[in-house]
């Protein structure tokens, strides 16, 4: 069966710093891969896919993510971090027409 | 303006009575999904629907119901045997592909369920 990991529960980083976000995932052949945002209360919201071609993806907000085979890995990045992306970012794969599966999420905190 | 419209926002409900949670999609997708969120738990699938009048159980059917007669909406009830109703429920939808899996599912706003 499918799982993702995402092995950090909560992250703090202050403004401006540099952030990466982890996500493994487990599956036999090459999944599509998503990252999403939720900010509290509210639904989600589509940052950046990889479906093939190159693995280094660019997303919404200054967001990219690179898919590494060899790692089983699909690591969120953004170079400078505003106060705004304080929010709970979730990891997801799917295959065929399966539903998403998505990982437990990380919460992302934002220090001045 | 295209996408998915959750209804109630808030829903408080006394234990023991069934309760039914909308959803409404005008993006034309085939398919639609029911998530439930609890803290900590990230997103388990409930039920999903790939077309109308078919529904599949998710990883956590076991107290809740669907119906899909229509393209455009897919309530989903929540029963008096679910044990821990209370929680925040998650409406996606999303194109179905030829099998390639390469569309990403669009969330409605989510309804917060308390049970009391």
């Known amino acids: 069966a499918q799982s993702v990991t995402q092995p950090d529960i909560h992250i703090t980083v202050s403004e401006g710093a540099s952030l990466e976000l982890r996500c493994n995932y487990s599956?036999?052949?090459?999944?599509?891969l998503f990252w999403y945002v939720q900010s509290p209360g509210q639904g989600l919201q589509l940052l950046l896919k990889y479906f093939s071609g190159d693995t280094l993806v660019q997303g919404i907000k200054g967001f990219e993510a690179e898919f590494k085979r060899s790692q089983s890995s699909f690591n969120l990045r953004k170079p400078s971090v505003h106060w705004s992306d304080a929010a709970e970012y979730f990891c997801a794969v799917r295959t065929g027409n399966t539903p998403l599966v998505f990982g437990k999420g990380t919460r992302l905190s934002v220090i001045a | 303006d295209g996408g998915i419209t959750q209804s109630p926002k808030y829903l408080f409900r006394k234990e023991g009575q069934n309760v039914t949670l909308s959803c409404e999609q005008n993006?034309?997708?085939?398919?639609m999904y029911w998530y439930r969120q609890d803290p900590g738990q990230g997103l388990r699938l409930i039920y999903y629907s790939q077309i109308v009048n078919d529904f599949q159980k998710g990883d956590i059917a076991e107290g809740y119901s669907v119906s899909r007669e229509k393209k455009e909406s897919f309530p989903l009830t929540v029963t008096s045997a679910q044990k821990n109703p209370t929680a925040f429920y998650l409406c996606?939808?999303?194109?179905?592909?030829?099998?390639?899996?390469?569309?990403?599912?669009?969330f409605g706003q989510g309804t917060r369920l308390t049970v009391v």
């Open positions: 599956y036999g052949a090459t999944p599509y």
């Open positions: 993006l034309n997708h085939d398919a």
């Open positions: 996606a939808s999303s194109l179905r592909t030829g099998g390639l899996g390469d569309t990403e599912a669009f």
